[in-house]
């Protein structure tokens, strides 16, 4: 019980039995699942001795396919094979078609909900249901690995994802079924993997990831196993794509092709500029063919360096700007990490290593990194390595703003705070016996609102009626250690909480996410009912033993005869319901117990502190 | 208890890095709904604290705050005309930079100027907090919020300069 872990950091509720939890890249073309194989952190392969997992959904009649079976389909049944949806995770309609004609699908016009859906022939389906396939695909390859269910996951996400996208990313695992121990940025999992965490001194390191379609930029401090990004960056909408695109533009210069291209062509063409791109990773010279149009063609590679400069630089202008938000120099940074396919580009590693004036690390495998530092990551929380210090610190990566006059936007947790971070805004009503108001919370770092990320839309109701002017409400906003928000909204004269009515402007609500969850479990024709039964049994239990070794420790010494009464009261009433109590009964009691112990979990955690701090001068007291 | 605004900067990093170790929300992975929404307050505290006793000024304006003065930064500023005036000389200084030759040196040699301004600025903010001058420490508070703004700026001017340049 973490009541316990209070004076023994690092311990798990189940120490005697071996957890296994996997680390999940969640990619844009490809996804991995790696865990911790007797030792041994390692990806997995599917039957046919295949690592990487295409990430492509195909809807057949009446089947769903996933990987490489569903890319072969992508030719001839494209709008039935979905493939890149991570580029519309957390995203609205218009966003997608900011994105351009990469998304060739056909999305349906007429549905309640924000969440942009695509039709197939199976229905029509969000980026989150197709990201949940993709989910299940690899925890059943875990599972049959190890023999054994998960106990939980670890996903990694870009750093620079928004609330919105971390929020879908969650809902996915939801939906494939999967406990989320953590939501890790793809830097922070990274370094991890490099083990660079095992450094005894005190370092600084960058991570440099070039993927695909998007670069992310993070500076991690790490010291005695703790993790910790200063500060993150990068462009959500550049990498080995766009040199793809360079060099395609340059073929069609040089080839002298006129005029509009048809998708096929620029298909071929985009194939054919991919294949030199590899090529010249180890050669000096390729010799691109264009077999429709009988033109072939040499390009080397100082050529091509030229035709990929503006872009390399366009990422070591953001390097430098990562540098800048962590207040470090650049002479501080030791190591430089590299991940993602395009940084087997060998100008991306000669001038990243010119920019940051030492050897990048590429040892591993660029394409696995990520999901092997995640792996390590699940394997630590999930209580397997109870004498490691592993802590991993993150930061937001955007700032969060609300919405104020003239479609102004205000800053209320700048980007780069350290997570968990909570911050209260204060408000008062303009107008005699105002009982709601909204609240637009959007993220990003520009000034006008219509330039950052719409969030949310909060309305708290039921403040109590007074003169304008006279409520005092206190909005804080708090993000979690995965970078998701959360409101609690209250009016300070009065005591009373606001009801909050949370509206995401591009997630699913509440609602949506269970109704999906029951959709797709009575396709598994489960008793839903019974299992949320059993599962409040379990939690009943769990928060029974967590107060009766808490009492036990130190109850008698932290409370007042009367409080300690009414918390056993409660704890009794539990018990008792236990075996007859409905789902919605047990649920109460658990909260009622929760309230009437808020203060004493709080007492215990305040006791801690002073254990921790006990042998501290003065400064250090003051926090 | 005594307050010290002279802080070394590891120590309290060492101080805030072994309270997260305690206090990180993955510390409570297995643990109740009501632990983890408890710890991940307590961590947001924690990390906030850290936050202000990092930045001399949000540090200097927090040991004011504790010893009983009300502060608004919204409503707050300074009469100080000579300081504002050489605020304000500051940023033509800063405008003009463009068009030098050097523009980077010149960026520098301001900074540098303003590095200065915020040393003097923070011992006398010590002296004057010793004595129990609030009123003129949060004065002088103030001018310390303005200098880091304009370094602030500068910065940024320094990164578009550089962006351009290259």
Redesign the interface.
């Known amino acids: 019980?973490?009541?316990l872990?209070?004076s023994e950091?690092?311990q798990?509720?189940?120490p005697h039995h071996r957890n296994y939890a996997a680390g999940i890249d969640l990619g844009t073309t490809n996804s991995l699942v790696a865990i911790n194989r007797s030792g041994q952190v390692e990806t997995l392969p599917d039957s046919n001795n295949q690592h990487l997992l295409p990430s492509v959904v195909h809807y057949a009649e009446d089947s769903i396919l996933v990987g490489y079976s569903a890319l072969q389909l992508q030719a001839s049944d494209p709008l039935n094979t979905l493939s890149s949806v991570k580029r519309i995770m957390g995203r609205g309609i218009e966003d997608i078609k900011s994105l351009g004609n990469i998304l060739p699908y056909e999305f349906d016009g007429n549905n309640d909900s924000n969440v942009p859906r695509i039709i197939t022939r199976q229905g029509s389906v969000s980026a989150i249901e197709v990201s949940a396939e993709i989910l299940k695909i690899l925890s059943k390859r875990a599972e049959q690995t190890m023999g054994e269910a998960l106990s939980?996951v670890v996903i990694t996400v870009p750093a620079y994802f928004d609330d919105a996208q971390r929020q879908a990313t969650r809902d996915a695992a939801k939906l494939a079924g999967l406990n989320v121990?953590?939501l890790l940025n793809e830097p922070t999992a990274a370094a991890v993997a490099y083990g660079l965490d095992q450094q005894t001194e005190e370092g600084t390191i960058a991570v440099y990831d070039l993927g695909g379609g998007t670069f992310d930029i993070s500076i991690l401090n790490l010291?005695k196993g703790?993790f910790?990004v200063l500060a993150t960056g990068g462009n959500s909408s550049l990498g080995g794509d766009d040199m793809d695109h360079a060099i395609a533009e340059w073929l069609i210069k040089q080839a002298g092709i006129e005029g509009d291209i048809d998708p096929f062509m620029l298909r071929q063409l985009l194939i054919a500029s991919r294949k030199a791109k590899e090529d010249l990773t180890l050669q000096e010279t390729t010799q691109i063919k264009l077999k429709e149009l009988d033109y072939s063609i040499s390009l080397d590679r100082e050529q091509f360096n030229h035709l990929i400069e503006d872009l390399v630089?366009k990422t070591?202008?953001s390097c430098?700007?990562a540098i800048?938000d962590a207040k470090i120099e650049k002479e501080d940074i030791q190591n430089v990490v590299m991940v993602g396919g395009s940084t087997r580009v060998p100008l991306v590693v000669e001038q990243v290593g010119h920019f940051f004036g030492c050897t990048p690390l590429c040892d591993l495998d660029p394409d696995r990194v990520v999901a092997i530092g995640a792996a390590l990551q699940a394997d630590v929380?999930?209580?397997n390595k109870p004498d490691q210090?592993m802590?991993?610190?993150d930061v937001l990566p955007l700032s969060l703003c609300i919405e104020t006059m003239g479609g102004l936007s205000e800053k209320i947790i700048s980007r780069n705070?350290?997570?968990?971070?909570?911050?209260a805004q204060e408000f008062t009503t303009f107008k005699d016996g105002q009982t709601a108001m909204a609240i637009h919370v959007v993220q990003g770092e520009r000034e006008l609102v219509t330039d950052c990320r719409s969030l949310a839309h909060f309305e708290l109701r039921g403040i109590p009626p007074m003169t304008a002017g006279s409520a005092r409400i206190k909005v804080t906003y708090?993000v979690?250690?995965d970078g998701l928000m959360s409101v609690i909204a209250e009016e300070l004269r009065s005591g009373i909480k606001a009801d909050i009515v949370i509206k995401p402007s591009y997630g699913l609500t509440d609602g949506e996410v269970e109704s999906m969850l029951r959709d797709s479990m009575s396709h598994a024709k489960e008793d839903i009912d019974s299992r949320m039964l059993a599962e409040q049994q379990v939690?009943a239990r769990?928060?029974i033993e967590?107060i009766d070794s808490a009492l036990s420790q130190d109850g008698h010494e932290l409370l007042a005869d009367d409080e300690y009464n009414s918390i056993t009261t409660a704890r009794d009433e539990l018990e008792k319901l236990i075996p007859e109590a409905t789902t919605e009964q047990l649920k109460k009691a658990i909260k009622n117990i929760?309230v009437i112990?808020?203060n004493y979990?709080?007492k215990r955690?305040n006791a801690?502190?002073q254990k921790?701090?006990s042998g501290?001068?003065?400064?250090?007291?003051?926090? | 208890?005594?307050?010290?605004f002279h802080?070394?900067s590891k120590?309290?990093h060492a101080?805030?890095?072994?309270?997260?170790?305690?206090?990180?929300?993955?510390?409570?992975?297995?643990?109740?709904?009501?632990?983890?929404r408890?710890?991940?307050?307590?961590?947001?505290?924690?990390?906030?604290?850290?936050?202000i006793?990092k930045n001399p000024v949000r540090r200097a304006r927090y040991m004011l705050e504790i010893s009983g003065l009300e502060l608004n930064d919204d409503h707050e500023t300074t009469s100080d005309t000579a300081f504002l005036m050489e605020q304000i000389e500051l940023r033509e200084e800063m405008d003009e930079c463009r068009s030098c030759k050097d523009p980077m040196r010149c960026c520098d040699h301001i900074t540098g100027k303003l590095d200065q301004r915020s040393k003097e600025f923070s011992s006398s903010f010590i002296s004057l907090y010793q004595q129990g001058y609030l009123e003129q420490a949060r004065q002088v508070s103030k001018k310390m919020q303005f200098v880091e703004r304009i370094l602030e700026q500068l910065?940024e001017y320094q990164?578009k300069l550089?962006?351009d340049i290259?």
């Open positions: 019980m973490a009541l872990q209070i950091p690092g798990t509720t189940a939980g121990y953590r010291s703790v910790e630089n070591l202008r430098r700007r800048r929380l999930a209580g210090e802590l991993l610190l705070s350290p997570l968990p971070v909570a911050r708090q979690d250690a939690e769990r928060v967590a929760e112990s808020d979990v709080a955690m801690s502190v921790v701090l501290k001068n003065i400064n250090e007291v003051e926090i | 208890m005594p307050i010290d802080l070394d120590q309290l101080a805030h890095l072994k309270l997260q170790a305690v206090y990180h929300p993955d510390r409570f992975i297995n643990g109740t709904d009501q632990e983890k408890l710890v991940v307050q307590k961590a947001a505290w924690i990390n906030e604290a850290y936050e006793l910065d990164l550089e962006d290259l």
